[in-house]
């Protein structure tokens, strides 16, 4: 029922690009993204609610294919800053809509 | 806004003895917070749902009456780890919920539980 995330871990130099992904084997109503560094809380990313739908700020956005049950996260020329991580947070149709089901997980490592 | 606190942030205690954590929504009402447990280099896994003035509900596998939650106001809820042992050590983390469509989460800082 959890969520894989894939890739499950990967090192970027700065300025390069990474896509995270993240499937369900459930329908899901909604997709969440979190980062978190070692040691802290989840820092909530973004929201999304539709299937199709995009959204993004600054250099990091994510997509929504409630067809193929699946999420990604985009990050484009990444900074040190963005190194920590990555969760999504799905909440599946016919459950609990305030639930979240976390993901596995990916670590991304940023380096000058 | 949307911050949530979380108190201790770190504490180490003995076996059997048990341990309070409080979860604070600091400038928004959470009717529903949540709390969490996580492993070293693990996900999250979901442990309780806590709603004011209602009793938390639980996930499978988690044992009610060793992790007393208690939702007294719309801003505070409270963790107690009973008769801790050293399986009980981990990270705990809570999250608050603000209202709306969107359900959206924001997480305390999370307390590290050691139990010696």
């Known amino acids: 029922q959890q969520p894989v995330q894939s890739p499950q871990a990967v090192i970027l130099r700065e300025g390069e690009d990474a896509v995270i992904n993240c499937s369900s084997s459930?329908?899901?109503?909604?997709v969440h993204w979190y980062r978190q560094k070692h040691g802290e809380a989840p820092v909530f990313l973004m929201i999304?609610?539709?299937?199709?739908e995009q959204k993004g700020h600054e250099k990091i956005s994510a997509s929504f294919n409630e067809k193929k049950q699946q999420s990604s996260l985009y990050l484009t020329a990444s900074q040190l800053s963005y190194s920590g991580t990555y969760f999504c947070?799905?909440?599946?149709?016919?459950?609990?809509?305030?639930?979240?089901?976390f993901g596995t997980g990916t670590l991304l490592a940023v380096q000058p | 806004g949307a911050v949530v606190s979380q108190h201790p942030s770190w504490v180490i205690c003995k076996s059997g003895t048990s341990v309070k954590i409080e979860c604070r929504s600091l400038?928004?009402?959470?009717?529903?917070m949540f709390w969490y447990r996580q492993f070293p280099k693990q996900s999250l896994m979901l442990m309780a749902t806590?709603?004011?003035?209602?009793?938390?509900?639980?996930e499978q596998g988690v044992e009610k009456d060793k992790f007393l939650i208690n939702h007294a106001s719309l801003t505070l809820s409270t963790l107690t780890v009973t008769s801790a042992h050293p399986e009980d050590s981990s990270f705990y983390i809570c999250?608050?919920?603000?209202?709306?469509?969107?359900?959206?989460?924001?997480f305390g800082p999370g307390t590290r539980l050691t139990v010696t």
């Open positions: 999250s608050a919920q603000t209202s709306g469509n969107s359900y959206e989460q924001y």
């Open positions: 459930k329908a899901l109503y909604s």
């Open positions: 999304l609610l539709k299937g199709g």
């Open positions: 947070g799905t909440v599946p149709y016919g459950g609990a809509t305030n639930k979240l089901i």
């Open positions: 400038d928004f009402q959470a009717t529903t």
């Open positions: 806590s709603n004011e003035g209602s009793k938390a509900t639980y």
